[in-house]
């Protein structure tokens, strides 16, 4: 699969599955632990290595199972985490190892290849110090790359006042009801890699407009969406619990839109 060079000289797929609603009843955020992660089992099958998961999510460990259950090496994998902002996990830096710790226990693994903080922590000696222990982790080998999720560009001007190692990626919310166009420009300015959550919230309207532009490459709306974010250098991580749908976004790196249509899409 097609990879992204992050800042750090990493790499990873520009494609990879979500995960938040794995593992739970309904296949609802919310919804109880059910242990059933056939989902992420079908979407390794088919060939995900990018795994987005997050402690919040409640599902660490149970992706950390199904990935070692699979038979695949570690280092086929490019394993996803988050801290949440809640003082619960952040707060002093013994409270951020431990739980640091505990997210590499959960996915059965020595080191995770990326480590976001989920949200902005308002707290500033709190996002010093958490930051801080993120970097002490990447010096330890324990973490590969560091980086943030949703936040806004001043959070990351006011986080750059304390890194050490500037993050790699900012994962924020990116789809036609809310493109955040202008956190895109600035992170690719900056060398902070975007990665887009939520890449298939849609209007009926929009999926009509992206079916139109994909009739002529033979691509659906989905296809035409997922390309138009991966063809300018933004990483998606759609999730799906149908193995149609994953195999689908599989196949939407393999064409390029023309101007005139990413024109169109910018417009949207
Ligand atoms: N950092 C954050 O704060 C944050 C917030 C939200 C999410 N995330 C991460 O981002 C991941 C993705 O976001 P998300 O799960 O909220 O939403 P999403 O991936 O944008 O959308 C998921 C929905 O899209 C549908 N879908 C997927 N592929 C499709 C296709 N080819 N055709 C038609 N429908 C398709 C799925 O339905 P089917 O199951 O029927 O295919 C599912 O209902 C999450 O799982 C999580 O890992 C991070």
């Given amino acids: 699969m097609e990879k992204v060079r992050l800042n750090n000289g990493s790499s990873l797929p520009y494609l990879g599955t979500g995960t938040n609603t794995y593992g739970k009843e309904n296949n609802e955020y919310q919804g109880d632990l059910n242990g059933d992660f056939s ?5 390794i099958d088919l060939g995900y290595r990018l795994i987005d998961t997050a402690i919040s999510y409640r599902n660490e460990a149970g992706v950390g199972e199904t990935v070692s259950k699979s038979g695949i090496d570690r280092s086929a994998f490019y394993l996803t985490t988050k801290i949440p902002a809640d003082n619960q996990y952040i707060k002093d830096k013994d409270t951020v190892r431990h739980t640091l ?21 308002e707290d500033e000696d709190k996002l010093k110090l ?6 002490e982790y990447v010096g330890k080998g324990k973490i590969k790359s560091i980086g943030v999720s949703n936040f806004s560009i001043e959070d990351l001007k006011k986080l750059d006042q304390y890194a050490t190692i500037k ?19 600035y992170m690719f300015a900056e060398n902070i890699r975007p990665q887009a959550w939520g890449p298939m919230k849609t209007t009926d309207a929009h999926r009509q407009v992206l079916a139109d532009i994909g009739e002529k490459y033979g691509k659906t709306w989905a296809h035409v969406l997922l390309r138009y974010q991966t063809q300018r250098g933004v990483i998606v991580i759609p999730k799906s619990h149908s193995r149609n749908n994953q195999e689908a976004n599989l196949s939407s790196l393999d064409f390029t839109l023309s101007d005139e249509d990413i024109e169109k899409i910018d417009q949207l």
């Fill in 39 to 43: 989902a992420l089992k079908s979407a």
């Fill in 101 to 121: 710790e505990q997210s590499l226990k959960n996915l059965q693994t020595d080191y995770i290849d990326l480590y976001l903080i989920h949200k902005p922590i």
């Fill in 130 to 135: 958490t930051w801080e222990v993120l970097e």
């Fill in 167 to 185: 993050p790699a990626v900012n994962q924020i919310e990116s789809n036609p009801t809310k493109w955040n166009n202008e956190w895109i420009k």
